[in-house]
C-alpha cells in the first residue's frame, strides 16, 4: 500500500483523483457552477501561501540585513499571528462541517477526507514549531547573533512548512472543487 502521510505523498492515488481527472484545473474557472464557495476556498488557500512565502522573503531579508530588527519583529507577529488564527479557523471548519457533508456527497472519493484530516493533525504539529520558531525570534530581536540563527533556522523551517502545506492544499482543492463543480454549492448544507 503507498504512503499516504503528508511528508511522503506525492499527491492522491488515482482512486482519488477520479473527479478531478473529469474536471481538471484548467477548466474550473470556465464552469458554470464555479462560484462564490469555489472562489472563496481558493482565495484563502492562496492567502496562506502568500503569507508563507512574505514570511520566507522577511526572514531572508533579515539575514541579508535589508530589513532592521524592528520592523521584522512587527510584520512577523502581524503576519504569523494571522496565519496561525487564521489557518486553525480553517481547519476546524473545513474537520467539523465540510469535510463530512463532501464526502456524503461522494463516498467513493470519501477516504480523501480521511487523509486531510490527517493532514491537519501533522500540519498542527509544523505549525506548533512555526509558533515556538517565532516566538524564540522575538525573544531575542536585540541579539544580532541570536537573532540571526533563529531567523536562519525559522526561515529553513518555513521551506518545509511551505512544502507539506501547498502538498495539503492542491490535494485538498483536488478533492474539494470538482466535488463542488459536480454538485453544485447548494447541495452543500
Known amino acids: 500500500m503507498t504512503d499516504l502521510t503528508l511528508a511522503t505523498r506525492p499527491g492522491l492515488p488515482d482512486a482519488l483523483r477520479v473527479l478531478v481527472d473529469a474536471l481538471p484545473r484548467d477548466a474550473w474557472p470556465g464552469d458554470p457552477r464555479f462560484g462564490a464557495l469555489v472562489r472563496f476556498w481558493l482565495d484563502r488557500h492562496l492567502a496562506f501561501r502568500d503569507i508563507i512565502a512574505t514570511l520566507q522573503r522577511d526572514a531572508e531579508r533579515l539575514l541579508d540585513r535589508h530589513l532592521d530588527a524592528a ?8 503576519l504569523g499571528g494571522h496565519f496561525v488564527q487564521d489557518l486553525h479557523g480553517h481547519h476546524m471548519i473545513e474537520d467539523e462541517h ?15 477526507f480521511t487523509i486531510l484530516d490527517a493532514d491537519h493533525h501533522a500540519l498542527d504539529a509544523r505549525i506548533d514549531g512555526f509558533v515556538k520558531g517565532a516566538n524564540g525570534i522575538l525573544q531575542r530581536l536585540d541579539d544580532p547573533v541570536a537573532l540571526a540563527s533563529r531567523t536562519g533556522r525559522f526561515r529553513d523551517d518555513l521551506a518545509a512548512l511551505d512544502r507539506l502545506l501547498n502538498r495539503h492544499l492542491v490535494d485538498e482543492e483536488d478533492l474539494i472543487v470538482p466535488i463542488i463543480l459536480t454538485h453544485g454549492e447548494g447541495a452543500l448544507p
Open 71 to 78: 520592523a521584522y519583529g512587527t510584520r512577523l507577529r502581524r
Open 98 to 112: 465540510y469535510f463530512p457533508a463532501l464526502a456524503a456527497l461522494e463516498p467513493r472519493i470519501a477516504a480523501g
